[in-house]
C-alpha cells in the first residue's frame, strides 16, 4: 500500500485491477477473488471499511468490479458507473463484463450513474471510452486516475474485447493529452509520477497505428 498525495494506492494481485481511495471513495475493488487483501491494505491506510462510502467503477468488467456486490451488501456502499457501461451490468451481459473468464455470473447490483463531468471530491468524471464503451477517468488537475484506459509507460488497454474499439480509444487518449495530466494511476501495473506527458505521447503514437 503507498499513498501519493490523497490517492491511496493498492496495487492489484493475481488478476485483480489496482484499486485506489480518494477520501471516502473506493475505486475499482478488483474481482473479489483477494477480497482479504484489499480490506487488510485499506486498513493499513488507517482506514475502517465503514470510512468508506461509494464505490466507483472505471468500467464494467470483472476484475474491476467483481468485488461490488460483496462490499455492497457487507456495508451498505452506493455504486457509481457511467450509463454506457451500466447497460451491460444492467444486462447480465457475462461476455461484456467477462464475468465468464472468472467462472462468475453478474450479480444483482444497485448500480447509480455516473455522467461525464461529474465530480467525485475533487475529481472529475472524463468519459473514455475505448477499452469499453463506458470507460472512465478521473482528474483532478494533477492526477489522472485512469482505469485501462491509459497504463504508464506509453501503453493502453485492449479495444479487442466487447464493446472496445481502436478509434474511440485514439480519441479517449487525445482527450487525456489535451490534459496537464502530472502524475498517473492506472488500472493495472505500476503507477507514475515522472515524465508522464511523453509516456501519454508515446501512448497516442502508438494508438495512431492500430
Known sequence: MDKVDDIIIILGRGRDSNAYVIGDTLIDPGSGEDIDYLKQSIKDAGLEMTD???IVNTHCHFDHMGADKQLQDEYGYEIYMHPEDLKSVEAK????????S????????DIKELNEGDMIGDYEVIHTPG???GGICLFNGKSLISGDTLFSGGNFGRTDLPTGN??????SILKISELDVV??????GPYAISHVSE???MALMIASRI
Do not use: C, N, Y
Not at 481502436?166 to 480519441?171: A, D, I
Not at 502524475?183 to 493495472?188: I, P
Open 52 to 54: 468508506i462510502k461509494r
Open 93 to 100: 451481459d457475462d461476455d461484456i463484463t467477462v464475468a465468464k
Open 102 to 109: 472468472f467462472g462468475m455470473t453478474v450479480p444483482d447490483l
Open 131 to 133: 477499452h469499453t464503451r
Open 166 to 171: 481502436s478509434e474511440q480509444m485514439r480519441e
Open 183 to 188: 502524475q498517473l494511476f492506472s488500472g493495472h
Open 199 to 201: 509516456q501519454i505521447s
